[in-house]
């Protein structure tokens, strides 16, 4: 197994144990092989790897929205794979929190609406929630936007309502997939100011996959996989589409 | 989440795709509209079979003279066809009945200074009062004596016009038409004059006022507003019996029906029975006679209001089915358009119920937005559209309004569904990939 740092620490918040996960399409095709890895608690955590590699499904499995073919993940040592849909739905309200590549704010509700959109379906109640959300918008800085809907928010803002979104509820890991892969270099060196901020300042637990070396550099810890396997650091240098 | 919150998000929604939601809710309304009219309709079917009884009487029958048609008589001329003898005999043989009333309907030219008109005319009996009797009278009615002599007097009965001034037919046809009966009756106070009627000299003693045309409880009677003038049974018959089924041999006594009460509606086949024996030796075996029940005259016009009533629920269930079907259509499309969108919510923690809920309540929002445009089309429908709409709207009572809301929000919630459980069962991972 390799890993970006290989610390081992005490019990691993999360936990991913010889997962293989095929694909039928015509054709098997393996996106991850047998592999294990582990996350702490506290981590900023960058996966990198070229595309196809397999990120996305790693952080699909870790974040309960597909089930691995093979193998098992285990959540503060809770194996998840195996759970009903339904209590993998209220494990994710409970514990996740989710930022995408294409931001994917529900178009309709506002700034402040889609922040709170997590507690609407834990039932806080409503003025809990608001003031809740318009902390969280204050702390991604766009207290002052948010009654605006998505469409009348740039990128990087949008990314930042999902940042809010998504520690909202506070969560053990928010788990990002190439969430500046739609950003320009100064809005994306800004969104990652913000997540390394609540990283450090909140603990926060991030987990994110790019392929932008930019982005990695400002990882604690980076673990690189490249068809479906964790490869040595190394080896991904020396990959022609790999990262730096 | 709360039914609360997915109702908020359904109207955030449905404001958001402002032009879907309006063509969803629109056959829905329309179809509502249907129903709102079916129960109005049923409504006043019912009220007026009511009023309608009360007025007629616990036990009316109605005897009336059949006429052999020239092409197949075969009458022996042994009966003298219907007469006020008939009525004696039955008023004889049946003592307890509550009301015998002969009548004389026949016709007359009306002159009055330069003016002539034609009117039906009826000649008839004290008892005449006891059936229908829905009038304001001026003046006065006709005494025994009047009765007895056979009087040259007459009673005239006057358009009563129409409740609502403004009722579209009260417009599109004046109340009362100027160049017959009506418009000698209203323009003219003929209260103690003398006017000639088929020339003979008659002594107008009173007006009988008719209700309004919109509030006559005698809907059910086809023949209303026909006869203008009332004369005593016996004057009819001594100057009008003109149109004689007998020209050889006239009957003086002749009468074209005799109503009959008989009290209560228990005695009505009993007495139907007498009657129809009675009336069999009387007229010598000659069936020219028939003997109507005059509730199941009623109960006839009724039912032709209850099949009009039931061709337009099925309409309206036509078009809330047609409205419904729109609800699964614009649903399905929803969610087609929003599978992305659903799959960020299953991602972020909502359950399949939870998405199950969003659609249902937002295409019941729907329903709900819909059957109150339905209840206001309708109301506006019945307002301007229908002919006897004002009147209509007195039928309709509040529950009415709340059962037609409930179909249409009903309605949206079973067609609903089937989208909704699609939407639910999205695997989340495809859904984020949608594009």
Known sequence: MFDGDGGARTTPLIEVRRVTKEYKTGTKVSALSGLSLEFHS??????????????????????????????????????????????????????????????????????????????????????????RAMEALRSVG????????????????????????????????????????????????????????????????????????????????????????????????????GVA | MNLADAARTGLVEIRAHKARSLLSLAAIAFGVAAILYTFAIANEALTKQREAFNLVGPGPIQITFMQWRKED?????LSRGLTSDDAESIRLALPWVHMVSPVLDTWGEVRYKFLNRWSGLLGVTDEWRKRNWVYTLRGRFFNKSDYETGAPVCVLIEPGGWAKGKSAEA?????????????????????????????????????????????????????????RLLVPLTTAQRYFNNDNWRSDKPVAERVSFIDLDTGSLATVPAATRRLQSLLDILHRGEKDFQIVDLRQEIQKKVNEMREHALTILSLGLLAILAGGVGITNVTLATVYSRIREIGVRRAVGATRMDILMQFVVEA?????????????????????????????????????????????????????LYPAYSASRLDPTEALLYE
């Open chain 1, 42 to 131: 506290g981590e900023f955590t960058a996966i990198a790897g070229p595309s196809g590699s397999g990120k996305s499904t790693l952080l699909n499995l870790i974040g309960t929205l597909d089930a691995p073919t093979h193998g098992e993940i285990l959540h503060q040592g809770r194996k998840v794979t195996g759970l009903s849909a339904e209590e993998l739905a209220d494990f994710r309200l409970r514990h996740l929190g989710f930022i995408f590549q294409a931001y994917n704010l529900i178009p309709v509700l506002s700034a402040v609406e889609n922040t709170e959109y997590p507690m609407v379906l834990q039932g806080v109640p409503a003025p809990e929630r608001r003031a």
């Open chain 2, 364 to 416: 019941m929002l729907l329903g709900l937005l819909g059957g109150i445009a339905g209840v206001i089309i309708g109301l506006g429908g019945l307002l301007f559209v229908a002919e006897e709409g004002v009147e209509k709207l007195g039928y309709l009572v509040w529950w009415h309004y709340l059962f037609t809301v409930f179909i249409s929000v009903g309605a949206s919630f079973v067609f609903a």
């Open chain 1, 142 to 241: 766009l207290e002052a936007l948010a009654h605006r809907r998505p469409d009348a928010l740039s990128g990087g803002q949008q990314q930042r309502v999902a940042v809010a979104r998504s520690m909202v509820h506070r969560p053990m890991v928010v788990l990002a997939d190439e969430p500046t892969a739609n950003l320009d270099s100064k809005t994306a060196a800004a969104l990652l100011d913000l997540m390394h901020g609540l990283n450090t300042e909140h603990g926060l637990t991030f987990i994110f996959s790019s392929h932008d070396p930019a982005v990695l550099s400002r990882a604690t810890r980076v673990v690189h996989i490249r068809d479906g396997r964790l490869v040595d650091p190394s080896e991904a240098h020396a990959a022609p589409d």
């Open chain 2, 73 to 77: 008589d075969k009458s022996l001329r």
């Open chain 2, 171 to 227: 417009r599109r046809w004046s109340y009362y038409n100027d160049e017959d009966i009506d418009g000698l009756i209203v323009h003219y106070n003929l209260l103690n004059q003398e006017i000639s009627v088929n020339n003979t000299v008659l002594t107008v003693v009173g007006i009988l006022k008719d209700p309004p045309k919109d509030k006559d409880p005698r809907w059910f009677k086809s023949d209303r507003g026909n006869n």
